[in-house]
Nanobody, 120 residues
Framework: VELVESGGGLVQTGGSLRLSCAAS????????MGWYRQAPGKQRELVAA????????NYADSVKGRFTISRDNAKDTVYLQMNSLKPEDTAVYYC??????????????WGQGTQVTVSS
């Protein structure tokens, strides 16, 4: 599975950005997709995730009410709409795909990362 991200950039406080992540390869085994972020000097943390059927989502407390994750299975693409951005949202955002082959193995795949910078 390969993941290609797009949509990062520089935005002012209160602004919006939309990240996209397109998956290719053996996407049929993707159980869930999501976004993580890593700020300088900090550990990578979950931002939001969504199951393949879109029926279940999970958000970090810090982004609830501001960020929305969605998924287009026909395009094997996941989106992260980020509104009301704050300087503390500044980080490299990584797309994640969790692949499961039942009874055999599971693995996390990662995109190359896209920088999001929120100026105050």
């Amino acid at each position: 599975v390969e993941l290609v991200e797009s949509g990062g950039g520089l935005v002012q406080t209160g602004g919006s950005l939309r990240l996209s992540c397109a998956a290719s390869g053996s996407t049929v085994n993707i159980l869930s997709m999501g976004w993580y972020r890593q700020a300088p000097g900090k550990q990578r943390e979950l931002v939001a995730a969504v199951t393949r059927n879109g029926g279940s989502t999970n958000y970090a407390d810090s982004v609830k009410g501001r960020f929305t994750i969605s998924r287009d299975n026909a395009k094997d693409t996941v989106y992260l709409q980020m509104n009301s951005l704050k300087p503390e949202d500044t980080a490299v955002y990584y797309c994640n795909a969790f692949v499961v082959v039942a009874g055999t193995w599971d693995k996390n795949y990662w995109g190359q990362g896209t920088q999001v910078t929120v100026s105050s």
